[in-house]
């Protein structure tokens, strides 16, 4: 006897898969015609777009997003809270976080630009 799967069960196979693609980025690449090696990935090692690597005490490497970043806090270890209400204790120095910041923020600039 084969096992048949319900529509619900189709339907919530369907939104993961969806989910999973949004999130590779590969969606939105399938969409464009490019292939899944063109562009910049989420998942490289140096990490995303918009994200900073910390590394969390006990050793796990996170990136976060540098835009829901909320406030950082030093205390023997660095407190970085999120907007959405969640904090990280990580091993890196508040500083480094901000460094990796400016650095994002300062390979958005364009030199000569015009300024208008």
Known sequence: ??????????????????RKDRISGDRGRDRNGLSPESGVSQTNDG??????RVTRLSGEV???NIFQIESMESIP???IKMMNGYYFLVKDSAES???QIRAFFS??????GTGN
Do not use: F, H
């Open 1 to 18: 006897m084969k096992w048949r799967k319900s529509n619900d069960q189709k339907i919530m196979d369907r939104a993961r898969k969806a």
């Open 97 to 99: 976080v901000v460094e």
């Open 77 to 79: 270890e660095t407190k």
């Open 62 to 64: 996170l990136y976060l």
């Open 107 to 112: 390979g958005c600039m364009v030199p000569g």
């Open 47 to 52: 990490g995303g777009k918009r994200m900073i």
